[in-house]
């Protein structure tokens, strides 16, 4: 679809961070190497931390109401840049350094998309708000990064 709210993108986010969660959670599962296992556990909670951070966005009183229902055009496929849907989709991490990639990846094409729409924002609350999330996900791969090599360091 062409028109688009603010809102429709946030809960299309936080599903996505649920899904990377699921596949983190459940990869975890069945890796062989005890730090793989705790690698994926790390990072399926981060998923989880940022899908909830997203979801609060809509509870009652927040300061976002104005700015998620704001309309967007936006002729491309909405949300989903392809590799989005196919790191969502990643069956198999053999390594810490494949997770981390799968994960910094996912983050980094956020951190883009946010920054799009914060570049193509129509009013201030809007260009603040995107650009709030994209330096959130900077953020995120710092962070992920940091936790992940001490991890394989270990």
Do not use: C
């Not at 494949?98 to 094409?109: C, G, L, P, W």
């Amino acid at each position: 679809m062409r028109y688009n709210q603010v809102r429709d993108l946030v809960v299309w986010a936080a599903d996505f961070h649920a899904r990377l969660a699921r596949q983190f959670g459940d990869t975890a599962k069945a890796a062989e190497s005890e730090r793989l296992q705790m690698a994926l556990d790390y990072l399926a909670g981060e998923e989880l931390r940022m899908k909830t951070g997203l979801e609060a966005i809509f509870a009652d009183g927040s300061d976002h109401e104005e700015v998620l229902n704001t309309w967007f055009d936006d002729a491309a496929d909405f949300p989903q840049p392809p590799e989005l849907e196919r790191l969502a989709q990643y069956t198999t991490f053999e390594s810490i350094e494949v997770a981390m990639e799968v994960s910094t990846k996912a983050h980094n094409a956020l951190h883009s998309l946010y920054a799009y729409r914060a570049e193509k924002a129509v009013t201030p609350a809007e260009t603040e708000f995107f650009t709030a999330l994209a330096e959130g996900h900077e953020a995120e791969v710092r962070r992920i990064v940091s936790q992940l090599e001490e991890l394989n360091d270990m």
